[in-house]
T-cell receptor, first 113, second 112 residues
Framework: NAGVTQTPKFRVLKTGQSMTLLCAQD?????MYWYRQDPGMGLRLIHY???????AKGEVPDGYNVSRLKKQNFLLGLESAAPSQTSVYFC????????????FGPGTRLTVL | AQSVAQPEDQVNVAEGNPLTVKCTYS??????LFWYVQYPNRGLQFLLK??????LVKGSYGFEAEFNKSQTSFHLKKPSALVSDSALYFC??????????FGAGTTVTVRA
C-alpha cells in the first residue's frame, strides 16, 4: 500500500494564479482531510469529507475549494492564490471519525509570491 | 479559544535521559486525545491515543502518555530518549465527530 500520497510536492505560484492539489489514498478510508501547517500554529483544518460526494468546511476554508468525486481522491483548489496561502499542506485520511488514527501524506510546500 | 495547549515550544534533553512533552486540553465531555510526531520534511505519524480505560497509554517507539482528568493534561513521556527521537510533536484533541484540534507543536532535540 502506498498509503496517502500528495502531488505535487513543491509549487511556486504568483499571486492570482490557480492550482489544484491532489490527495490520493489506497486504504479505502471514508474520511479525508486537508490541513495547512504554519510555524507556531500547528495544523489547521481547511476542509474535510465524510464520504464520496460530500465535503464540509473546517476552521480556515476561505480561499479554498474541495471536491471528492471518487472515494480515493480529495482535491484542494486555490482559485486565486494569495501570499497568505504560502504554507505546507497536508492531506489525511481515516477509516472512522475522530476516534481513529488519521494517516497523513508527505505534504505539499506551496509558496505564493 | 484553543482546545489544546502545548506550553513549551522546545524541549532539549540529553540522550538517555527521560523525555516529557506537555499537553493540556480544554473540551467538554470525555476527551479523545492523540499524540503525533513529525520528522523533518515528512507528514505526521500517529504515536498513541487515549479514548477510554487506563490512564497510562503505551504507544509506538517506546512512548507513553498519562491522562490526568483533574489536571486536564495528557503529557507524552519516554523513559530514555534517543537522538532519533528529535522531531516535532503534536498533541490533538477531538473537537466533534469529524474534527481534531492540534496544538502548536513542541520541537524536541535530543543531544548525543
Amino acid at each position: 500500500n502506498a498509503g496517502v500520497t500528495q502531488t505535487p510536492k513543491f509549487r511556486v505560484l504568483k499571486t492570482g494564479q490557480s492550482m489544484t492539489l491532489l490527495c490520493a489514498q489506497d486504504m479505502n478510508h471514508e474520511y479525508m482531510y486537508w490541513y495547512r501547517q504554519d510555524p507556531g500554529m500547528g495544523l489547521r483544518l481547511i476542509h474535510y469529507s465524510v464520504g464520496e460526494g460530500t465535503t464540509a468546511k473546517g476552521e480556515v476554508p476561505d480561499g479554498y475549494n474541495v471536491s471528492r468525486l471518487k472515494k480515493q481522491n480529495f482535491l484542494l483548489g486555490l482559485e486565486s492564490a494569495a501570499p497568505s496561502q504560502t504554507s505546507v499542506y497536508f492531506c489525511a485520511s481515516s477509516p472512522w471519525p475522530t476516534t481513529d488514527t488519521q494517516y497523513f501524506g508527505p505534504g505539499t510546500r506551496l509558496t505564493v509570491l | 479559544a484553543q482546545s489544546v495547549a502545548q506550553p513549551e515550544d522546545q524541549v532539549n534533553v540529553a540522550e538517555g535521559n527521560p523525555l516529557t512533552v506537555k499537553c493540556t486540553y480544554s473540551v467538554s465531555g470525555n476527551p479523545y486525545l492523540f499524540w503525533y510526531v513529525q520528522y523533518p520534511n515528512r507528514g505526521l505519524q500517529f504515536l498513541l491515543k487515549y479514548i477510554t480505560g487506563d490512564n497510562l497509554v503505551k504507544g509506538s517507539y517506546g512512548f507513553e502518555a498519562e491522562f490526568n482528568k483533574s489536571q486536564t493534561s495528557f503529557h507524552l513521556k519516554k523513559p530514555s530518549a534517543l537522538v532519533s527521537d528529535s522531531a516535532l510533536y503534536f498533541c490533538a484533541v477531538r473537537e466533534d465527530d469529524y474534527k481534531l484540534s492540534f496544538g502548536a507543536g513542541t520541537t524536541v532535540t535530543v543531544r548525543a
